[in-house]
Each structure stands twice: as structure tokens, then as C-alpha cells.
């Protein structure tokens, strides 16, 4: 499976910008980015996904760089409400079966009032 | 449609005892996912189902386990003699072939084994 890094931890203010970053430099051609997050004793909520060009939805804006061995999860105005842990994930649409999701450790996101 | 549901929500087993947990995906998904999670990491892939048909395991998944979608709805996983290092969350997760590539989680089922 294609590897991600994020940070452990970042911290935010409220009503600020947050940009959350990932490394993913050996992504194929048929990876997808796509982020989830997982609010305290919640199971993992859908954020984004994208390809090649930049995504957004009512929750975030995807940012991936053009040779994609990058992406940058933005969050426009952080409420208290964003406080989870946020996943990047790789998944080859293509070559794996059943797409299943392989969740790393994830990103834990404060945001201080 | 309420989304993906785990029951229960919690359960406490004595070490040795059986297990059963079921999941009732959203009603047109035909995918459906299980998943481990202990404290601090993200979740683990336990197995995979198309309608009824199980195609993926993974390793981690021990004799002792065993998951079962008859009908191609809900679905059951199974623990048989349990062990303290089975104490996690376990995840449902669900999603439609057609629909798009979202997965939908549900709450999960907290394993405490003592």
C-alpha cells in the first residue's frame, strides 16, 4: 500500500485558516488522495478526495501539488467542532479490490477558542 | 436512512468467552468493511464484503475470527475465545459501488476483554 506522513498533532485558533499537510512521494498514477476524519468516540467521517486538481466541498478545500507527491487539507475557518484526527489516504481505485481504506496514525487537530 | 449501525455499542466479555457484533450498512450499499482500532492508532482493515461474497481478510484477521454477510445486507463478526489483546473498537463501514468512492462509517462496537 502507498505510504503517507503527516504530522502527529497541530494546533489551531478558532475562526482561523488551518492547512494540514501530507507527504505521499511514491503516490502511482491511479491514486487517489482522500482525507477522512474521526471526531472524538466517532467512527471515521468522509472529508475530500481528489486526483490531480484542486477539490472543494462545503467541509474543506484539496489542495495537491502538481507533480502529487503532496496535498494540503484546508480548513477556511476552524470551529471547535474540527477538533478530530485527520487521515490522508492513498487508494489505487484501479488495482485494489474493493478499495478499502489503510488508515495511518492520522493527524490530531487542537483548535483553541 | 440513519447511516451505517453497530451493535451494541459497548460489550465486556470475560477472557475465553464468544463474541458477536452485527452491522447494518445503508440500505443500496453493496460494499461493506470491517475494521479494528485500539487507542492512539488508526483503524486497522480486518475484512471486506461484495453483497455476500467475502473477497478480502487480512492478515491480522486470526482463526478466531470470522465474519459472515448472508444475505448481502447486514453483516456479523465473530470472536471466539477471546483474548485481552481483542479490547478494541470495531468498525462498520459501508459504501455502493455505483454511487461514488465514499465510505460511511458507523459509531462502533467497544470489545473490552478482562
Known amino acids: 500500500d502507498a505510504k503517507t506522513t503527516q504530522p502527529n498533532s497541530m494546533e489551531s485558533n478558532e475562526e482561523e485558516p488551518v492547512h494540514l499537510p501530507c507527504n505521499h512521494s511514491?503516490?502511482?498514477?491511479?491514486?487517489?488522495i482522500h482525507w477522512y476524519r474521526q471526531l472524538p468516540s466517532q467512527g471515521p467521517e468522509y472529508v475530500i478526495h481528489g486526483l490531480t486538481s484542486n477539490v472543494n466541498n462545503r467541509m474543506a478545500s484539496l489542495a495537491i501539488a502538481e507533480d502529487r507527491k503532496s496535498s494540503t487539507l484546508i480548513l477556511h475557518r476552524a470551529t471547535l467542532r474540527d477538533a478530530a484526527v485527520y487521515y490522508c489516504?492513498?487508494?489505487?481505485?484501479?488495482?485494489?479490490?474493493?478499495?478499502?481504506?489503510?488508515f495511518g496514525a492520522g493527524t490530531i487537530l487542537r483548535v483553541k477558542s | 436512512d440513519t447511516g451505517v449501525s453497530q451493535n451494541p455499542r459497548h460489550k465486556i466479555t470475560k477472557r475465553g468467552q464468544n463474541v458477536t457484533f452485527r452491522c447494518d450498512p445503508i440500505?443500496?450499499?453493496?460494499?461493506l468493511y470491517w475494521y479494528r482500532q485500539t487507542l492512539g492508532q488508526g483503524p486497522e482493515f480486518l475484512t471486506y464484503?461484495?453483497?455476500?461474497?467475502?473477497?478480502?481478510k487480512s492478515r491480522l484477521l486470526s482463526d478466531r475470527f470470522s465474519a459472515e454477510r448472508p444475505k448481502g445486507s447486514f453483516s456479523t463478526l465473530e470472536i471466539q475465545r477471546t483474548e485481552q489483546g481483542d479490547s478494541a473498537m470495531y468498525l462498520c463501514a459501508s459504501s455502493s459501488q455505483m454511487l461514488g468512492t465514499e465510505a460511511f462509517f458507523g459509531q462502533g462496537t467497544r470489545l473490552t476483554v478482562v
Open positions: 464484503f461484495q453483497n455476500e461474497a467475502q473477497l478480502e
Open positions: 489516504i492513498l487508494r489505487d481505485v484501479v488495482r485494489e479490490y474493493g478499495n478499502k481504506l489503510v
Open positions: 440500505s443500496e450499499h453493496n460494499r
Open positions: 511514491t503516490i502511482s498514477g491511479t491514486d487517489y
